[in-house]
């Protein structure tokens, strides 16, 4: 090898020097303009002021608690950079994203908890007003819930795949349209709908009655209501009407969602008693069961709910999720299969008392005998340790439908309403042992279970639903000795055992670790925060310190404040 060949050769290797050197420094420093946030290969930086600033970075394991590793970044201070998604936000349960502001900088939003913290609007609380803040639920879009046709209140599929009525939930669906027509008028904007012949109709001496047949041999078309007019505001989607058959009758609404121009049809069939049937994509069958014979009926049909239940169920099948936005969709018609005579069309914005009614007469008609409403399916929770035989009472669900049944009755006065909250609160003296509510922790404390499991569970955030039932049921009886005696009974059981629901981080969703020696079951976030609405609740009608002060305490957990150590 003659000296040109060595000075190449030893040029070729200087070159790829430096070429190695350039790229370790790459790895390890970088420069960020300002405003801008840049990620490669797990490298990150952040703009300070208005300059270019070096950060230099390095890769570091970190070994978390000696038997896993983690890929985490570090600088010459030696400060430790761990990632967020790929550690801290499971192993700490925490949450977090980057959000892009109006100047178009970057924020990382970091939250100890998922939930929101909602405290009461008022300092007073009244029964005849909101129930809570549940003028913000909406129970009917909740997953687990399928809508049902003529009793109008929602069935749940929650514990079962055949539908079902849960008290709770029927109770909650009521309470949530009671607070939501508090806020809103319940008339506004309402559209009467135009009427289309296309078969004979014939007044009844019912005000703006229409009838229609489809019987008679000759009959070539189905009688059709317009829904649709130019200038409807979109979030008409409540239909109203009154019914009167003296046969089956079948009606189909048309409706077509704005967003893929899709046409869909919600039938409903006077043959069949089945809840809720998917025929294909773009059809949906409730059953409205046997009809009462020359009786009117009034129907109302929240039509993005209908047509969401009927996604929710055909993407159940596909494992899939279903997504209907509000005011999506717009009313087209309706058309008629039958014999009988309509009147009082109109879509609304919304039908919140008639959603509440609904309920209320739900539960006078379906109170058994002992005065409650027994659940009609097995629960079976804490790893199979505890279970519930169909037929159990709930002390949440019978303090649930007293909530609903008194502002029935101060709304109308009518004694079946008051005589059904009284007759609620007799299952509160019965012991779960004989099919009642009454559990007692450690055999001392007595406890109105929302689920009355032999040993207890002691729920809290049912118990105090349950107390709130029974302070609504004594101030719509003017404070009758035995409905007192049950509410004060309850708030001395809280009184006593609140202190065991802390952790000194957060609280536990119940006690039943105590009698089974298990793990605590720990509230997550979203019951943490009903929990504190629920204590402050209380305080406003108690006025008792210890509500407020634990319940302030628990929204510093759910900031990450924890309970001091020895």
Same mark, same amino acid.
């Given at each position: 090898m003659g000296p040109r060949y060595l000075f190449k050769l030893g040029s070729l290797l200087v070159f790829c020097i430096i070429v190695i050197i350039i790229y370790e420094i790459r790895l390890s420093t970088f420069y960020c303009p300002y405003g801008e946030q840049t990620i490669i290969k797990g490298e990150h930086c952040t703009a300070i002021t208005n300059q270019t600033v070096l950060f230099p970075f390095r890769f570091i394991t970190c070994e978390i608690n000696g038997h896993r590793k983690v890929d985490c970044l570090t600088n010459d201070s030696m400060e430790v950079f761990m990632p967020f998604h790929g550690f801290i936000k499971n192993y700490f349960q925490v949450s977090g994203s980057v959000r892009i502001r109006g100047n178009k900088s970057a924020l990382f939003e970091f939250t100890h908890s998922s939930a929101k913290i909602h405290q009461p609007s008022f300092k007073l609380y009244l029964t005849e007003g909101s129930f809570g803040h549940f003028a913000n639920y909406n129970v009917a879009e909740r997953e687990r819930i399928l809508s049902s046709m003529v009793p109008g209140v929602p069935m749940s599929i929650q514990w079962s795949a055949v539908p079902y009525f849960y008290p709770v939930q029927v109770s909650q669906f009521g309470l949530e349209h009671y607070s939501r027509s508090l806020i809103v008028f319940e008339k506004e904007n309402a559209e009467k709908a135009a009427f289309f012949r296309r078969s004979s109709t014939v007044s009844d001496g019912h005000e703006n009655a229409w009838c229609f047949s489809t019987l008679s041999s000759h009959s070539v078309a189905r009688p059709v209501i317009s829904l649709s007019r130019n200038g409807i505001p979109t979030d008409l989607v409540t239909l109203r009407f009154s019914l009167l $058959?003296?046969?089956n009758v079948n009606f189909t609404i048309f409706v077509r969602r704005l967003d893929t121009s899709l046409v869909y049809r919600i039938h409903y069939n006077g043959m069949i008693n089945e809840p809720i049937r998917i025929l294909n994509e773009t059809d949906v069958l409730f059953g409205l069961g046997t009809l009462k014979r020359n009786v009117w009926q009034r129907f109302t049909r929240d039509l993005h709910i209908d047509v969401l239940h009927g996604q929710q169920l !055909?993407?159940? #099948? /596909? *494992? #899939?999720? !279903? /997504?209907? &936005? !509000?005011?999506? +969709? +717009? &009313?087209? =018609? *309706?058309?008629?299969?039958?014999?009988? @005579?309509? @009147?009082?069309? $109109? %879509?609304? &914005?919304?039908?919140?008392l008639d959603n509440f009614f609904d309920t209320a007469n739900w539960l006078v008609k379906h109170q058994d005998s002992f005065g409650g409403w027994p659940v009609p399916v097995k629960r079976v929770f804490a790893s199979n340790l505890l279970s519930l035989e169909p037929g159990w009472y709930s002390a949440m669900a019978q303090g649930h439908a007293m909530s609903v049944l008194c502002r029935a009755f101060l709304l109308t006065k009518k004694q079946v309403y008051l005589l059904a909250a009284r007759r609620a609160a007799e299952?509160?003296?019965?012991? !779960?042992?004989?099919?009642? +509510? %009454?559990? =007692?922790? %450690?055999s001392t404390v007595p406890w109105y279970e929302e689920y009355p499991t032999i040993p207890g569970t002691f729920v809290l955030n049912g118990f105090i639903y349950s107390l709130i039932g029974l302070y609504d049921l004594m101030t719509c009886t003017k404070n009758d000795q035995k409905i007192s005696e049950l509410y004060r009974r309850g708030l001395q059981s809280l009184n006593a055992l609140l202190p065991l629901f802390d952790t000194g981080s957060g609280s536990l969703y119940d006690l039943r670790h105590v009698a089974l020696q298990t793990a605590p079951n720990v509230a997550r976030w979203d019951y943490h925060s009903v929990h504190i609405f629920q204590l402050l609740w209380l305080y406003a009608i108690e006025g008792d310190k210890l509500y407020s002060t634990t319940a302030d305490r628990w929204i510093r957990f759910s900031r990450g404040e924890r309970a001091k150590h020895n």
């Open positions: $058959t003296d046969s !055909a993407s159940r #099948k /596909k *494992m #899939k999720r !279903a /997504k209907l &936005p !509000a005011s999506s +969709i +717009i &009313p087209l =018609y *309706m058309s008629f299969d039958g014999q009988g @005579c309509i @009147c009082n069309v $109109t %879509l609304q &914005p919304h039908a919140h299952i509160f003296a019965r012991n !779960a042992s004989s099919g009642g +509510i %009454l559990n =007692y922790f %450690l």
